[in-house]
T-cell receptor, first 109, second 112 residues
Framework: DQQVKQNSPSLSVQEGRISILNCDYT??????FLWYKKYPAEGPTFLIS???IKDKNEDGRFTVFLNKSAKHLSLHIVPSQPGDSAVYFC????????WGAGTKLIIKP | NAGVTQTPKFRVLKTGQSMTLLCAQD?????MYWYRQDPGMGLRLIHY???????AKGEVPDGYNVSRLKKQNFLLGLESAAPSQTSVYFC???????????FGDGTRLSIL
């Protein structure tokens, strides 16, 4: 039973455009959500997070939106840059971190 | 500025062999974690520790043991390796329970 789902295994976006990565969850007890970025042969690195008491959090080019009623969160990257090409994981927690399967983002020049 | 260091980076074992993966962090974090990542799946928690001398089971603990004798080190042991344990193993650490985790670069383990 996947509690955190990233339904798009991959996404291709033109450089300079907006990248939108989506994540759905089933457990209404999750109270904190995180996005991580992973390059090949490296560990995941923390990108941005959001508490369940908020619906938006921004950090530079990265914005995370949370829709609790739909149990859905999304990560917006604008403008997309070649260095953003990586696998993006969403994760959710109330006491233990549960991870999605990841979305591979490819930024085309 | 090492952060989280995992050794070894690669290892090939035969079925039934044992080995220990070492994780070391220099950030004085209380919490440490061991994950495995398999193709098409997210990271799955094997075991974790909330402080020196403590360990707890995660989502997929069977076939693994851990020890946290020193705050900066978290060891993952495979007593009798099985092909199903072929995976990439990641260690992570964090200040607290809901704090962002800092990861090592992983250990790629193949069991033949």
């Amino acid at each position: 039973d996947q509690q955190v789902k990233q339904n798009s295994p991959s996404l291709s976006v033109q450089e300079g455009r907006i990248s939108i990565l989506n994540c759905d969850y089933t457990n209404s007890m999750f109270d904190y959500f995180l996005w991580y970025k992973k390059y090949p042969a490296e560990g995941p690195t923390f990108l941005i997070s959001i508490s369940s008491i908020k619906d938006k959090n921004e950090d530079g080019r990265f914005t995370v939106f949370l829709n609790k009623s739909a149990k859905h969160l999304s990560l917006h990257i604008v403008p997309s840059q070649p260095g953003d090409s990586a696998v993006y994981f969403c994760a959710a927690t109330n006491y233990q971190l549960i991870w999605g399967a990841g979305t591979k983002l490819i930024i085309k020049p | 500025n090492a952060g989280v260091t995992q050794t070894p980076k690669f290892r090939v074992l035969k079925t039934g062999q044992s080995m220990t993966l070492l994780c070391a962090q220099d950030m004085n974090h209380e919490y440490m974690y061991w994950y495995r990542q398999d193709p098409g799946m997210g990271l799955r928690l094997i075991h974790y520790s909330v402080g020196e001398g403590t360990t707890a089971k995660g989502e997929v603990p069977d076939g693994y043991n851990v020890s946290r004798l020193k705050k900066q080190n978290f060891l993952l042991g495979l007593e009798s390796a099985a092909p199903s344990q072929t995976s990439v193993y990641f260690c992570a650490s964090s200040y607290g329970e809901a704090q962002p985790q800092h990861f090592g670069d992983g250990t790629r383990l193949s069991i033949l």
